[in-house]
């Protein structure tokens, strides 16, 4: 099992930054993908970034590349999301999630199998 706790969210103006962070626990010895996602009110969960933290790769969203940047410190087990010029359409609550042996950075929601419990994002006009 691996436990993953969200924290960071909060209310913030649009143009503003927020920077969320993931700390894995556990099981975590064959983890080597972290990624977050997303999901508004009557939406679908949806991929925003992920992270393969032993070789450093990334992929994002095409609706936040450029604003948004994944990173991690793997000595602490945590990644985190800084999110820079946000837009009322970030609103949602953010999830990160992992897969136990996952190499790859599937963007696809069904690839994870362990998730945190969400942290709300709100972003103000």
Not at 9 to 15: E, I, N, S, T
Not at 49 to 61: D, F, H, K, L, V
């Amino acid at each position: 099992q691996v436990q993953l706790v969200e924290s960071g969210g909060g209310l913030v103006q649009a143009g503003g930054s927020l920077r969320l962070s993931c700390a894995a626990s556990g099981r975590t010895f064959n983890v080597y993908v972290m990624a977050w996602f997303r999901q508004a009110p009557g939406k679908e969960r949806e991929f925003v970034a992920a992270i393969n933290w032993s070789e450093g790769s990334t992929r994002y969203a095409d609706s936040v590349k450029g604003r948004f940047t994944i990173s991690s410190d793997n000595a602490k087990n945590t990644v985190y999301l800084q999110m820079n010029s946000l837009k009322r359409e970030d609103t949602a609550i953010y999830y990160c999630a992992t897969g136990p042996g996952i190499t790859s950075l599937p963007v696809a929601a069904s690839a994870y199998d362990y998730w945190g419990q969400g942290t709300q994002v709100t972003v103000s006009s």
